[in-house]
């Protein structure tokens, strides 16, 4: 995953600073009205100023990049930013998809083969440079 994404998340801007980068960062969510709890770790994550701008959620290559999508829901919805739209990039190694959360609502771009199809590198690579610009 990292021999791609790495090189994006850097030619991005998104490891430099007012950026801070943080891997297998815990999360817990509380579940309202009731006793139940769902705790997880968020493979990789990137904040400027305390606000969570992409979470990066990872599966291994012989799964469905779509298996991600319950788990990275509900990491975004356990943002502390729940009044400013949250992202979040899913892959298996192969796939790309991302994921904008807005309150209750979201919505998914098409599924990306960064690897296979030069025109989808730069399609992921546009995604994440917009999100890099967003204003906190």
């Known amino acids: 995953m990292l021999l791609l994404f790495s090189p994006l998340l850097t030619i991005t801007g998104l490891y ?3 950026f801070l980068l943080k891997a297998e960062e815990s ?3 509380e579940i ?3 006793e139940e709890s769902l705790q997880g770790r ?3 994550f990137v904040l400027r100023d305390r606000i969570w701008i992409i979470v990066l959620e990872s599966k291994k290559t012989m799964l469905s990049v779509w298996s991600a999508l319950p788990q990275t829901l509900a990491y975004l919805m356990a943002s502390p930013n729940g009044d400013r739209p949250t992202f979040a990039m899913l892959t298996n190694g192969d796939d790309v998809v991302f994921v904008k959360l807005e309150g209750r609502q979201y919505g998914m771009s098409q599924v990306l083969a960064p690897l296979v199809n ?3 590198l730069e399609v992921a690579w546009r995604v994440l440079r917009k999100i890099a610009e967003i204003e906190v």
């Open 42 to 44: 968020i493979d990789v």
């Open 32 to 34: 309202a009205d009731s």
């Open 118 to 120: 030069q025109g989808e």
């Open 16 to 18: 430099d600073p007012p």
């Open 27 to 29: 999360v817990l969510i």
